[in-house]
């Protein structure tokens, strides 16, 4: 078969089952897919070729014995954020270009024992830092539908390795919109899941009270599949919620869109800086909904304008705070020939930190500092408190609310926004992290220049279900979500 790139990951799971194909076939199909096409696309940090056939051979047995879970043999790709035993771990990072971690996360535990065969690691920005993924050590990824742009950040490899083709669905963490914008940016579907839900334990930690792990696929029944793995409690992390899991594949058609009240922020669709693409495809796919039976409610949002700042504040200071721990003597990185401790400090990290770090780092401690972190850090975390009151008391009144991912679509490569320009790109996805809320993306269609615009929906606490029955329902009376760059046409 040449076509298995094509295949979803039910019927991926279906065809191992029924011995169409093996996982062997399969893995090497993708191997040789990353082989031929990720010199454009520049995705994987590490390939792990020789373990994923291993592993692939191991799934073929237990698919044979009759011991498959419903992932066992499917490839999957993990962002290099995620701890991999034996396998080096970089974040993107100079930092830790030589860092083999002792243990796996469990994130990627889990994966392994449900089945599932490692490909290799992701590119993202350092330490999950940005929104193209430019900032990474290893390189600018590329955007599948436009090799001259961005696929977004930070988990810009996540989202590039599946829209090219190469893997068929992948993880991703988002902190402040990490999931879903690069999503959005490629034409994907990704899920940040309510704070809690997926386990921290082995994610090299950004902000901690904002870092979330979760899935990018095609669709949100692919998402489901992977979300059925990712999700649940762990000892290990002490701010996992111990929570029964949904079945979220079982849930797929659990929520009705007939009768749905979908929350329109007002404060959303005035925002300046928001393309008129955008906001058409947005609108469109908000009509579709609506054909299909949603209600649309006009609701106000009235701490939109605090959305940046707030995150801004509160990101690098948990950043300052958890990358202190990366001080040449540790972890990673260490400067040749100190002369003395503070210059091994000082030169470890000012040469295995990037720009982009070293700034937050600098933000961060001066926010935390004595004497200024009642007038920063305090507030902060105050105005937190009231952006989450603003969308609790909007729930009252709504089941899920709309925006945008993004106000545009993918950036050119290169285009040098200002660190102020760039951070105003993230302001529909922080407050959802600010407030530890889930949300979706899903590709609605394409701008002028064919690149692809998001629509994301916002749900209460705990409604990944929802989230994911929703999209698939909009999925089901649509094909957004099946069209391909034409990068993942080619064949190897
Ligand atoms: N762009 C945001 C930032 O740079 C979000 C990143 C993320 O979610 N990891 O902080």
Known sequence: MTDLHRLSIRELSEGLANAQFSSRELTAHYLKRIEKIDAQVKSYVTVTAEQALAQADAADAAIKAGNATALTGIPI??????????????????????????????????????????????????????????????????????????????????????????????????????????????????????????????MIAYASSLDQGGPIARSAEDCAYLMNVMAGHDAKDSTSINKEVDDYV???????????????????????????????????????????????????????????????????????????????????????????????????????????????????????????????????QKVRRLIQQDFLKAFENVDVIAAPSAPTTAYKIGANLSPTEMYLGDIYTLAVNLAGLPAINAPVGFDQDHLPVGLQLIGNYWSESQLLSVVHQYQQATDWHTKRAAIAEENA
């Open 250 to 380: 079982a849930n797929l058609n659990g929520t009705s869109v007939k009768g749905l009240r979908i929350g329109i922020p007002k404060q959303y669709f005035n925002v300046e800086g928001l393309a008129a693409d955008v906001k058409a495809r947005v609108e469109e796919s908000l009509k579709k909904l609506e054909d299909m039976g949603a209600i649309l409610v006009k609701i106000d949002l009235n701490m939109t304008e605090s959305y940046v700042p707030t995150y801004y504040l509160i990101a690098p200071a948990e950043a300052s705070s958890n990358l202190s721990r990366y001080d040449g003597v540790r972890y990673g990185y260490r400067a040749e020939n100190p002369v003395d401790l503070m210059d091994l400090y000082k030169r470890s990290r000012s040469e295995g930190f990037g720009a982009e770090v070293q700034r937050r780092i600098l933000i961060g401690t001066y926010a935390l500092s004595a004497g200024y972190y009642d007038a920063y850090y305090v507030k902060a």
């Open 77 to 202: 790709a993990h962002k290099d954020i995620f701890c991999t035993q034996g396998i080096k771990t970089t974040a993107g990072s100079k930092m830790l270009d030589n860092f083999i971690s002792p243990y796996d996360a469990t994130v990627v535990a889990k994966a392994k024992a449900a089945g599932l065969v490692t490909l290799g690691k992701v590119n993202m920005d350092e330490f999950a830092m940005g929104s193209t993924s430019e900032s990474s050590y290893f390189g600018a990824t590329k955007n599948p539908w436009a090799l001259d742009h961005v696929p977004g950040g930070s988990s810009g490899g996540s989202a590039a390795v599946v829209a090219a083709d190469l893997a068929p669905f992948a993880t991703g963490t988002d902190t402040g919109g990490s999931i879903r914008q690069p999503a959005s940016f490629c034409g994907l579907t990704g899920l940040k899941p309510t704070y809690g839900r997926v386990s921290r334990f082995g």
